[in-house]
């Protein structure tokens, strides 16, 4: 399937900007006029114009450098920026502002905070790494993961989120990574699971948002049981009601539902408790550890409430045969790391029937 295109913003002529927060704007143009451009001041807004003949193009590309080092992230965060706005119809203005990205966003479309340009420019594909049952070594399952390919070197998929999510793309890129996983594997699958990572932050409303994923499925054939969709714990903290929203609509499709990343501390068992997800997969932190007497209780109790809910425990970042020895020993189930195989773009041998 064809990857999301990222359209980088080009060369402006006029800027406006608005904000609610009084100390800001003064900030913006007097590092707009200090570069020779012209700001002109109103309640809540300054527009910012090059006035001067000749024009420099420049100089509105040092005026975003100047601003990502002047303004601290949050105030970048709670100005609007429209760029080359156009008409001064107050109604046209107030829509441009209104769709317009934060300075925050738009300063790293601009590469100035981050090399976004990366995003425009990969080859993304996603990979898949096996998943298997530490009682007799089966492959059980898949998870996908995201990759990007830019001159000759891959890039992670955490970057290229950490990137997408700073422009405000990272709804397109989750959704994109979605759909991909499951596309590309339907050919070669068969019985296996399907772990897929997802953002419930990205999900504004399931039935809308997940639309094409639940397509997708259907298209390749997969079976929705098969479907495992990963949440990490840390998103899992933030709104609760909405997350449960999300995996309400998840379980409706027939798919199911895995915590990812589950480390120490009683907030995990509460979140698992209360989540009651049909996978726990325990934190490589949590895992790497297991020498340790404090993280074999943690893992002990995690196993035991898991698995009092009917819940499958994968361990995560099993790296030696000693490591999964210790897991299975604790009653974790399946098992996830370099031991068993590296991520791979292409599997060659799709499961028996």
């Not at 290229?160 to 050919?187: I, K, N, S």
């Not at 990205?202 to 994923?213: I, N, S």
């Amino acid at each position: 399937m064809a990857p999301p295109r990222f359209v980088l913003p080009g060369r402006v002529g006029r800027l406006l900007l608005a904000s609610t927060v009084p100390h800001v704007l003064p900030l913006v143009a007097r590092a707009a006029t200090e570069l020779g451009l012209n700001a002109e001041p109103a309640p809540g807004l300054v527009d910012v114009v090059d006035d001067s003949s000749p024009l420099d193009a420049t100089r509105f590309d040092r005026l975003f450098v100047r601003l990502a080092r002047d303004l601290t992230v949050a105030e970048t965060d709670a100005v609007r920026v429209a760029t080359d706005p156009g008409d001064d119809d107050g109604i046209a203005v107030a829509a441009a502002l209104m769709a317009a990205p934060t300075l925050s966003v738009e300063l790293a479309r601009r590469g100035v905070t981050a090399e976004v340009g990366l995003l425009a420019e990969a080859d993304l594909f996603p990979v898949y790494q096996p998943v298997v049952d530490l009682a007799d070594g089966r492959t059980t399952g898949y998870e996908a993961l995201l990759r990007g390919r830019v001159d000759g070197r891959e890039v992670g998929g955490g970057d290229l989120f950490f990137l997408a999510a700073a422009a405000g793309w990272g709804d397109r890129l989750d959704r994109w990574a979605r759909e991909a996983a499951v596309t590309t594997a339907g050919p070669w699958l068969g019985p296996a699971d399907l772990f897929v990572n997802s953002s419930p932050d990205v999900v504004y409303r399931p039935e809308v948002c997940l639309a094409g994923t639940a397509q997708a499925v259907r298209a390749a054939g997969i079976a929705p049981e098969q479907v495992v969709f990963e949440v990490v714990e840390a998103h899992a903290a933030r709104d609760r009601g909405h997350l449960l929203a999300v995996l309400e609509h998840h379980r409706a499709q027939g798919w199911r539902v895995a915590l990812d990343d589950v480390g120490v501390g009683w907030s995990s068992l509460a979140l698992v408790s209360a989540l009651r997800p049909d996978v726990v997969k325990l934190d490589k932190a949590l895992v790497a550890r297991l020498d340790s007497a404090a993280a074999r209780a943690v893992v002990g109790g995690l196993v035991e409430v898991a698995h009092s809910l009917g819940a499958v425990v994968v361990a995560e970042g099993v790296e030696t045969p000693a490591r999964a020895d210790q897991a299975r020993q604790l009653g974790v189930d399946l098992g996830q790391g370099w031991l068993f195989g590296r991520p791979a773009r292409v599997v060659p041998e799709p499961l028996a029937g």
